[in-house]
């Protein structure tokens, strides 16, 4: 079982800056890749970013590509997400998720966070 807690959401004006967090607790964390995926409202979800704990490799959405960056900390369990120069089409619900790597490739994942607020106004 694996547990994800996401913090760091808030209101922000186009053009700033915001870093997520997300707190991970349990079992065989590093058999798992993490990502970031958000869901603005009346659509579906969608991927942001992903990472493996091990480094293997770091990937984004085009929409993020460039702005955005995913980092972590193994020695927290904790994987963050840098989102730079914030457009209004970033608000969204943020998750984390954990899953295999082609599962999280595929939009899906075993284990998801409760989701923080991003709003970026104009």
């Known amino acids: 079982q694996v547990r994800l807690v996401e913090s760091g959401g808030g209101l922000v004006q186009a053009g700033d800056s915001l870093r997520l967090s997300c707190v991970a607790s349990g079992s065989r964390l590093s058999s798992y890749t993490m990502g970031w995926f958000r869901q603005a409202p009346g659509k579906d979800r969608t991927f942001v970013a992903a990472t493996t704990w091990s480094g293997m490799g770091t990937y984004y959405s085009d929409s993020v590509k460039g702005r955005f960056t995913m980092s972590r900390d193994n020695a927290k369990n904790t994987v963050y997400l840098q989102m730079n120069t914030l457009k209004p089409e970033d608000t969204a619900v943020y998750y984390c998720?954990?899953?295999?790597?082609?599962?999280?490739?595929?939009?899906?994942?075993?284990?998801w966070g409760q989701g923080t607020q991003v709003t970026v106004s104009s």
């Open positions: 998720a954990a899953g295999g790597e082609v599962l999280i490739r595929l939009g899906q994942a075993n284990y």
